[in-house]
């Protein structure tokens, strides 16, 4: 029997009850937006026509482009996204990545260890904020009772790019996932209560005006801050960026104790073509789905 392949292999982030699955956003410049997807990222591309461009990884959409050419720039002032987090499922696919973004002149804008997690971040042409990073086994991860500790530290970018050995990064990996979504809030506590106490994550960390929540003790499949949005108000419908995130449960059993929960907090709830659908206090379409 041939041995598992570890950049095949869906993580941790993505085996607990609730669990981020895919990222839609409105883009002013489609073409562009999927071709920096499929070429800076390495996704594929599923499905593509003038209107909508679906990407992903092993055969799983993860990432919905809309067309939105008049929409209006995002501004990180307001609401919406800070990053999509694109979990590779081993060091090495990380590093192969990283490798592969520098020969091909992407513009990296940090990087950073996590204690729990390496992660390099940067921006699409329109701005959206992108992690790629990896995970490390939550054996390693230090918890105080229900917090996780996580840093900011330096990562050494030289000794994450020797693990790439002789092998060239060959497009995502079929492991690859959506480990988090981070958004801009106006209020820590009013996002707080939306998606613990209504959604039914878990807090796990919290420190300079961000919040950290997760599903399974993961360190976090939601992030929130208020760095650059303190105090903004329901996101416009019309400008670019965020339009939804998707939650998969891990049953429906899971999933229908979600949705009786937002029920029981007095969110509406509307039905889509992927399924129920509730808004965040700020205006971001949440899809729940198993």
């Known amino acids: 029997m041939d041995a598992p392949n570890p950049s095949a292999t869906v993580t941790f982030a993505n085996r607990t009850p609730l669990r981020i699955s895919a990222v839609g956003l409105k883009a002013r410049d489609l073409s562009r937006l999927t071709d920096f997807y499929a070429q800076a990222i390495g996704l594929d591309v599923l499905e593509r026509d003038a209107k909508t461009a679906r990407l992903g990884a092993g055969g799983v959409p993860l990432l919905e482009l809309e067309a939105a050419p008049n929409a209006a720039p995002d501004d990180p002032r307001t609401a919406g996204l800070y990053h999509t987090a694109f979990l590779q499922p081993t060091r090495a696919d990380l590093a192969r990545w990283l490798v592969h973004a520098a020969r091909n002149r992407v513009a990296l804008s940090g990087a950073s260890d996590h204690l729990v997690s390496e992660a390099i971040y940067l921006d699409d042409p329109e701005g959206n904020g992108i992690e790629v990073y990896r995970d490390r086994l939550p054996e390693e991860w230090r918890w105080n009772g229900d917090r996780?500790?996580?840093?900011?530290?330096?990562?050494?970018?030289?000794?994450?790019?020797?693990?790439?050995?002789?092998?060239?990064?060959?497009?995502?990996?079929?492991?690859?996932?959506?480990?988090?979504?981070?958004?801009?809030?106006?209020?820590?506590?009013?996002?707080?209560?939306?998606?613990?106490?209504?959604?039914?994550?878990?807090?796990?960390?919290?420190?300079?005006?961000?919040?950290?929540?997760?599903?399974?003790?993961?360190?976090?499949?939601?992030?929130?801050?208020?760095?650059?949005?303190?105090?903004?108000?329901?996101?416009?419908?019309?400008?670019?960026?965020?339009?939804?995130?998707?939650?998969?449960?891990?049953?429906?059993?899971?999933?229908?104790?979600?949705?009786?929960?937002?029920?029981?907090?007095?969110?509406?709830?509307?039905?889509?073509?992927?399924?129920?659908?509730?808004?965040?206090?700020?205006?971001?379409?949440?899809?729940?789905?198993?």
């Open 148 to 290: 996780i500790q996580m840093a900011t530290d330096r990562l050494d970018l030289d000794n994450l790019a020797a693990d790439a050995g002789n092998t060239a990064y060959a497009g995502a990996p079929a492991g690859l996932r959506i480990g988090h979504i981070h958004l801009r809030v106006g209020d820590l506590e009013t996002t707080r209560k939306f998606y613990c106490d209504a959604v039914g994550l878990d807090p796990t960390a919290g420190r300079g005006g961000a919040l950290f929540m997760s599903s399974g003790r993961y360190h976090h499949h939601v992030g929130s801050n208020t760095w650059h949005s303190a105090g903004a108000g329901r996101r416009d419908d019309d400008r670019a960026g965020l339009s939804w995130f998707a939650i998969e449960a891990a049953s429906e059993t899971e999933r229908d104790a979600a949705l009786a929960r937002l029920k029981a907090a007095n969110v509406p709830l509307g039905d889509s073509p992927h399924g129920p659908e509730a808004r965040d206090p700020y205006g971001t379409r949440v899809r729940f789905s198993t």
